[in-house]
Nanobody
Framework: QVQLVESGGGSVQSGGSLRLSCAASGSDLNIYCMGWFRQTPGKEREGVASIDSGGSTTYSDSVKGRFTISQDNAKDTLFLQMNSLKPEDTAAYYC?????????????????????WGQGTQVTVSS
């Protein structure tokens, strides 16, 4: 089992920045892919960014150039640096992780492919 705990959410004005963190722990840390997702009420959860064990990253078009996903050297903490925030970035942000799965690339931000989820942290961007 893997436990994920997010932190760093909050309220910020449009154009501001926030940095989310996700601490991973547990007896099975054979994680191949970690990602950030977000969800607003009444909408499906959507992928924001992912990073694989080799350090390759991918981003959704809506955040490309503004958000950066990274890991610490021990790979037990995941980060999401969010710059130039917009009101449409307002959402609950979730950290997720999964082991390697045949046929599913880490670049595919598929919600159902991820096995472990954090509890979420709220990000609110005001105009």
């Amino acid at each position: 089992q893997v436990q994920l705990v997010e932190s760093g959410g909050g309220s910020v004005q449009s154009g501001g920045s926030l940095r989310l963190s996700c601490a991973a722990s547990g007896s099975d840390l054979n994680i191949y892919c970690m990602g950030w997702f977000r969800q607003t009420p009444g909408k499906e959860r959507e992928g924001v960014a992912s990073i694989d064990s080799g350090g390759s990253t991918t981003y959704s078009d809506s955040v490309k150039g503004r958000f950066t996903i990274s890991q610490d050297n021990a790979k037990d903490t995941l980060f999401l640096q969010m710059n130039s925030l917009k009101p449409e970035d307002t959402a609950a942000y979730y950290c997720a992780a999964r082991p390697r799965k045949s046929g599913i690339n880490c670049f595919n931000l598929i919600v159902s492919a991820f096995d472990y989820w954090g509890q979420g942290t709220q990000v609110t961007v005001s105009s």
